[in-house]
């Protein structure tokens, strides 16, 4: 069993100082972890500073412990979705069909009651700058009603006033603009510029369980600064989630998405609703927050707690077990640990006053790194090596993701005003994937884990500096130390294939 410790529920902060923000809008993951990766995988790519999800994390794919810890991890803010609340014992399942609670009560048995409690503290809504989003739609959000035409959307503008709203729970994009005519006009998705006095409903689509004519992982971009949205659609891996779904006991018929295989020219198959919206009041939602307001949520301003684990992992699937909203079955054989020490290192001071993190180790057992701590994906595919210039990671049989994180440095803000970090790393020919640098500012730690302050992702260069292929990143923070900040880490994470080799990473704090 995988313990996990979920915060008590805290909205952060999205965009405290209004700064423009381009924002990924993804919906109903459903447990489908090769599609969330590629999701992921693509958002990296587009320049977005904050993830919104519009809800159904869970339900029907065989994943659940794996996607909800990642999106844990990615996501800025959730709403929650019928799927989620069902799970959670907000909603009654008699809503569903059969199928959908069969796979409902499966994902419960993968769940903790400490997970069940994470997302029951989620809201219906989420309240932005000039935007709002929920699962269903706006006139009841506890009740869950699809918004699948031009009539259906209609009734939801009265409901909220920005003008632009977000829905999910269809799977299906969509798009519906309404101006000085007062007519819905029922569109194709297709990418926009907001126009003044015209109010636009927007559906991403899907990311994990699509139900369009393609079998591709959708979601949305909202530019806070261009003022537009559009669409991208990912493909993933069928192959494998297929695999996960066997290895999970699951049918093929239980993801009718696998029939549009396009490699199977099969035609779509549009009537997969499987809920019926609530009717009557005692069937509503219950016990739920109703909204929360984006203008108070922030990454860099989290309260939540860091997750504290003890990690097990399945050798019945391909992946490994997630970090942790999970239980799991024992495994016949275990991969190994995830995270090595399960629990977050102690807090050190400075190295020196050059530099605060502690050296690299000169020696490894291949899985974990002296003074560091580490989490991989895939044990057995994923080993680390001391090299002469540093240390490397391989991963065969990729792609898999990666995490090598410094202990928490104390640090004196009074000496130190922002940070630069400096360090040398080496993609080797089989090199593919993505790798980041990860700053992390930290507050006092009381009885756990040290609360995240500020999390700040450094993409390294692209441009080699010598001769032997090593590139060199020398780079100043762009945030200053906030207030609460009393401890800074470094990590270096991930998800590839092939070797990477890092080398003397350096934060040095400036005072000026």
């Known amino acids: 069993m995988l313990v996990f410790a979920v915060p008590s529920y805290y909205v952060p902060n999205l965009n405290p100082e209004r700064q423009p923000v381009r924002y990924a809008i993804v919906s109903d993951i459903h447990a489908n972890l090769q599609a969330w990766n590629a999701v992921l995988t693509d958002i990296a790519a587009q320049r977005v500073g904050r993830i919104l999800c519009l809800g159904d994390s869970v339900g029907y794919g065989p994943n659940p412990s794996e996607v909800l810890e990642s999106v844990y991890r990615h996501v800025d803010a959730f709403c929650m979705g019928n799927h989620d609340a069902a799970v959670c014992g907000k909603l009654d399942p008699a809503l569903f069909n059969e199928r959908a609670r069969r796979l409902l009560d499966w ?20 309240a932005g700058p000039g935007f709002r989003c929920v699962h269903g739609d706006f006139t009841e959000p506890a009740a869950f009603n699809y918004i699948e035409d031009h009539a259906d959307a209609a009734r939801s503008w ?3 006033t920005e003008p632009i709203l977000f829905t999910g729970h269809t799977h299906l994009p969509a798009l519906f603009v309404i101006g000085a005519s007062g007519a819905t006009h029922h569109l194709p998705p297709q990418d ?80 997969a609703v499987s809920f019926s919206p609530a009717s009557t009041p005692d069937q509503l939602a219950h016990g739920v927050t109703p909204v929360s307001e984006l203008t108070r949520l922030s990454r860099v301003a989290r309260r939540w707690k860091r997750i504290a684990l003890v990690a097990a992992v399945t050798g019945f699937l391909a992946g490994a077990a997630g970090l942790g909203i999970a239980r799991m079955r ?35 057992d291949g899985a974990s790194l002296s003074g560091w701590r580490v989490r991989l994906d895939n044990p057995r595919a994923t080993t680390l090596a001391a090299m002469r210039d540093g240390i490397a990671v391989t991963v065969t049989n990729g792609p898999a993701r990666f995490r090598i994180e410094s202990p928490p440095v ?21 090199f593919a994937g993505h790798a980041v640098f990860v700053i992390e500012q930290l507050g006092e730690s009381g009885s756990g884990d040290h609360p995240l302050v500020v999390r700040e992702i450094q993409d390294p260069p692209k441009i080699k500096r010598d ?17 609460p900040t009393r401890f800074i880490r470094l990590a270096i994470e991930g998800e590839i294939a092939g070797t990477v080799t890092f080398a003397d990473p350096v934060l040095e704090p400036l005072t000026q």
Not at 338 to 343: E, G, Q, R, V
Not at 345 to 356: I, R
Not at 422 to 429: D, I, N, P, Q, Y
Not at 469 to 478: I, P
């Open 107 to 126: 994902t419960r048995t993968r769940l903790s009651d400490k997970a069940a409690r994470f997302l029951a503290a989620q809201p219906l809504t989420l």
């Open 192 to 271: 926009f510029v907001i126009e003044p006095g015209k109010r636009y409903l927007v559906n991403p689509g899907s990311a994990g369980n699509p139900r369009a004519d393609e079998a591709l992982a959708s979601y949305c971009i909202l530019d806070d600064d261009a003022g537009s949205v559009v669409w991208r659609t990912v493909p993933f891996d069928l192959d494998a989630y297929r695999a996960a779904l066997l290895a999970a006991g699951f049918a093929e018929t239980d993801t009718p998405f696998l029939e549009r295989d396009p490699r199977r020219h099969l035609s779509a198959i549009r009537e």
């Open 467 to 483: 001769r032997d292929g090593w590139t060199a990143m020398d780079r100043k923070l762009e945030n200053s130390l906030r207030p």
């Open 158 to 160: 009265p409901a909220a």
């Open 330 to 364: 024992p495994p016949a054989a275990a991969d190994g640990p995830l995270i090595l020490p399960a629990s977050e290192l102690s807090a050190v001071a400075p190295t020196s006053p050059k530099n605060l993190l502690p050296a690299l180790p000169v020696s490894t």
């Open 410 to 430: 104390r640090i004196a803000r009074a000496d130190a005003k922002t940070l630069q970090i400096k360090v040398r790393f080496l993609k080797a020919s089989d």
